[in-house]
């Protein structure tokens, strides 16, 4: 592999410098992690589905005109994307009750929500990504109340495209989490979906069956993760010729 600088590695992706400015190369690792780190595995083949299903729902949003970082795939693990100043939220959009608000709300998992609803969290992991509110956001200066009106404004149309291309293929969409950047025109800036959009952050349910096909999988110990993801790429055609994977996850924690 040519030398080149690492900028930034997280738990399941690494972010080279790329080969312009303003770009940069995201390499998909095989760790999967849960709870913040608390739970850690390597699941062989996990990064170059990532990779593929990131590229697919991205290039799918570019179609539809939601602006995103993606530019091309560089290989099986490889993508280029545009640099961005990432804001410090994660940007949630439920569809039905999961994981967290149904903890928070007492709402049984599967529940419809009345319509889709934003939420934010403050990303530091030292503090396990806590709920704000827009008020904090904007108190303490995360984003501006533009930049907040232009985020809810961009996960819901990914929500649009997201469920119905999941829908197409049977599956539900539940809940998903985005990143957004800004990318900055002189004094000016625009926001963009960043990050990745994979199975590892969204809540992917069959439609006949409830069958779980996301990383709750690993979460809650419900079999092969990789088998799961790569149902959710068969269903969506874009399963990679030559992905192995173990039949276990391996834990290494
Ligand atoms: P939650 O129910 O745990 O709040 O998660 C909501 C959605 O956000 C779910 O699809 C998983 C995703 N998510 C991430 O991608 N990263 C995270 O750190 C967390 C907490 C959730
Ligand atoms: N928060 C992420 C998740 O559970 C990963 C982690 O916390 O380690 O989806």
Same mark, same amino acid.
């Given at each position: 592999m040519a030398r080149r600088k690492k900028i930034y590695e997280g738990k399941a992706k690494i972010m080279y410098e790329g080969p312009e400015p303003g770009t940069l190369v995201q390499y998909f690792k095989d760790d999967a992690t849960a709870f913040n780190a608390e739970k850690k595995a390597t699941i062989e083949g996990k990064g170059v589905l990532n990779n593929r299903l990131s590229e697919f729902f991205m290039s799918g949003l570019t179609q539809v005109g939601i602006p995103n970082?993606? $530019? *091309?795939?560089?290989?099986m693990r490889e993508q280029l994307i545009r640099s961005v100043e990432i804001i410090p939220l994660e940007v949630i959009v439920r569809n039905f009750a999961a994981g967290s608000i149904s903890k928070r709300l007492g709402m049984a998992e599967g529940t419809p929500l009345p319509r889709p609803i934003v939420e934010f969290c403050y990303k530091d992991d030292a503090l396990g990504d806590p709920l704000v509110s827009e008020e904090h956001i904007i108190a303490f200066g995360w984003a501006n109340q533009q930049d907040l009106d232009d985020m809810i404004a961009l996960a819901l149309r990914v929500n649009d495209f997201m469920s119905g291309v999941m829908l197409a293929v049977g $599956? *539900?969409?539940v809940d998903f989490k985005i990143e957004i950047g800004r990318i900055w025109e002189n004094d000016f800036h625009r926001l963009i979906v960043a990050d990745e959009i994979s199975p590892d952050s969204c809540r992917l349910w069959?439609?006949?069956?409830?069958?779980k096909l996301d990383k709750d999988v690993f979460r809650r110990d419900l079999g092969s993760l990789a088998d799961a993801y790569t149902e959710v790429a068969r269903r969506l055609g874009?399963?990679?010729?030559?992905v192995t994977h173990a039949p276990k996850p391996t834990l290494i924690n």
């Open positions: 970082h993606f $530019i *091309k795939r560089l290989n $599956i *539900k969409l069959d439609i006949e069956t409830g069958r874009v399963l990679p010729s030559n």
